[in-house]
């Protein structure tokens, strides 16, 4: 006990610091990215944050993190986000056009585009894909069968989407899973393949070692400069990073501070997003888990000092916050968090002890060095003010996705909401929504669920930042998760790669993406 509950104050973990100052965040790509003629040919392989078995958007978190970089090569995506300015640009399609009040969208699609397999991308196909990818219920679903009242074809390019209220920031939902167009002939009521229209087609899967993926001649921008990308996965992201700095690979999707701040320090090139909620403690709120008590949840937000968490597990960097949308942020409102507060962690902990709850919580996490050391952090300060807590560590980020989203079988637990710079409304409905699908077992109210959808209709980034807010002041009420900070997601190359392209999502598309010389 009395080992544990002072390791927290040491001084790095374990970790090794980064040397000098820590590196300035800087969404956005990283890099001048120097002119010339591409080079044809070769193979780019990228070391991958989690292993993704199954390449479906409508079964998967569509994030970089998560697949999202082969889901995107395999898809393309309709419309694709600009890193540099935050609009929304078709990229499948050909265009995307809104009515007067933002209740109904029209998208024009290219002609004579083709799926891997050679039949054609048309309105029937976008309509049977969306429609599929709700009938799975995947991370945007709920949110798109409850403002989307109709999808029809008039014809065989264009598809039409009337809205049940207006919704200004609608394209965005083009931008990922609902944009990721899936060919019939991938799910014929046998073991799903992927086939899509992007640049690349699937060709391989080795678990644990390897995801491949050739060069189309017929995508609709023309065959890519490369011949293949290759992923692999790595599972601790310094062996990543120093996988890339030898040039064994020529990518690397990094998300710890630490590797995060040594690729930037190091020159390499990228592209960097940073990503609110990104590094969190969902709490479970079903009957039966400690969380049930709201005095328990906000004993346990005051309880925790994130800044004590980032010294033990990302030494000497990131940004610890316990704000929903930190100062970086153009959503950072003028609404505070609730404080560190030990003292009063201490009292409402009392009050939940003296109607009956044992003071014991199950705290989960993966076996990672970062996780484990929050973990470690997060159980020293919670004892310290009275709870008797439990580390439940499993071996694998899939392990836990499992135990948190699926079964739900958790009291606390390390994990990433990730509301996301570019349309946040999305993922705060699907995440935080009474009527969301990924609420993992959080409290979800009515009141927070109001101002959501008074997000969803705001025109404005200022009508969008006042809403934002009454969202912070309302999360103080409810505490559905503990906030630890903001994460930044890098994906890293070094300056012989060129023609990388971000989207959202910490997404890159590689479509254009060529190997120079060193």
Not at 286 to 313: C, F, N, S, T, W
Not at 432 to 461: C, D, F, K, Q
Request: charged share 25%; proline share 6%; glycine share 10%.
């Amino acid at each position: 006990m009395a080992a544990t509950g002072c390791a927290w104050q040491s001084e790095n973990g374990g970790r090794e610091r980064p040397a000098g100052p820590p590196a300035e965040y800087k969404a956005g790509m990283i890099g001048e990215d120097e002119d010339g003629a591409p080079v044809k040919g070769g193979t780019m392989t990228l070391a991958a944050y989690a292993e993704a078995g199954l390449l479906d958007p409508a079964e998967t978190i569509v994030a970089g993190s998560t697949g999202g970089m082969e889901m995107a090569a395999i898809y393309d995506v309709l419309m694709r986000g600009d890193s540099e300015t935050g609009e929304i640009h078709p990229q499948l399609a050909e265009d995307l056009e809104a009515n007067g009040d933002s209740t109904a969208f029209t998208l024009t699609l290219r002609d004579g585009v083709t799926f891997s397999d050679g039949t054609p991308l048309d309105a029937k196909a976008v309509k049977w894909s969306i429609e599929r990818y709700v009938k799975k219920g995947a991370d945007e679903a709920a949110l798109w069968k409850s403002n989307v009242a109709a999808v029809e074809t008039p014809d065989d390019l264009t598809v039409e989407f009337k809205l049940r209220h207006a919704w200004p920031t609608f394209p965005f939902m083009l931008t990922t899973g609902p944009g990721m167009i899936v060919a019939k002939s991938s799910d014929d009521g046998g073991e799903f393949t992927p086939v899509g229209a992007g640049a690349f087609a699937f060709e391989r899967y080795r678990p644990k070692e390897e995801t491949v993926l050739k060069a189309r001649a017929g995508y609709w921008d023309g065959k890519p400069n490369l011949d293949r990308i290759r992923i692999v996965y790595v599972d601790d992201p310094d062996a990543a990073l120093a996988t890339l700095s030898s040039g064994r690979i020529q990518g690397a999707f990094l998300r710890d501070p630490v590797a995060v701040q040594k690729a930037l320090k190091a020159g390499h090139h990228g592209y960097l997003s940073m990503v609110a909620l990104g590094n969190a403690a969902v709490v479970n709120a079903l009957p039966g888990h400690p969380g049930a008590d709201p005095r328990v949840r906000k004993a346990m937000h005051h309880a925790i000092q994130p800044e004590v968490v980032y010294r033990r597990a990302y030494p000497g960097t990131g940004l610890a916050s316990n704000a929903l949308f930190p100062e970086f942020s153009v959503w950072h409102t003028d609404a505070e968090p609730l404080p560190y507060d030990p003292g009063k962690a201490r009292r409402l902990l009392r009050e939940a002890k003296a109607d009956g709850y044992d003071g014991k919580v199950s705290w989960l996490d993966s076996q990672d060095p970062a996780s484990r050391t929050t973990a470690l952090a997060a159980k020293a300060m919670l004892e310290n003010v009275g709870f008797d807590v439990e580390l439940d560590l499993v071996r694998s980020v899939s392990d836990q996705i499992t135990r948190v989203a699926v079964r739900k079988s958790y009291d606390v637990a390390g994990w990433a909401l990730s509301w996301r710079e570019a349309g946040p409304f999305a993922r705060m409905y699907a995440t935080l929504h009474t009527e969301g699908n990924l609420t993992v077992g959080m409290p979800t109210t009515p009141a927070m669920s109001a101002l959501i959808e008074e997000l969803r209709g705001a025109a404005t980034t200022e009508e969008q930042r006042e809403v934002m807010g009454r969202i912070q002041r309302q999360w103080n009420e409810d505490v559905p998760a503990l906030v630890l900070g903001p994460q930044p997601e890098l994906v890293a190359w070094p300056d012989t790669v060129h023609g990388v392209v971000g989207t959202v999502n910490s997404m890159v598309l590689l479509d254009d993406a060529w190997i120079g010389q060193g």
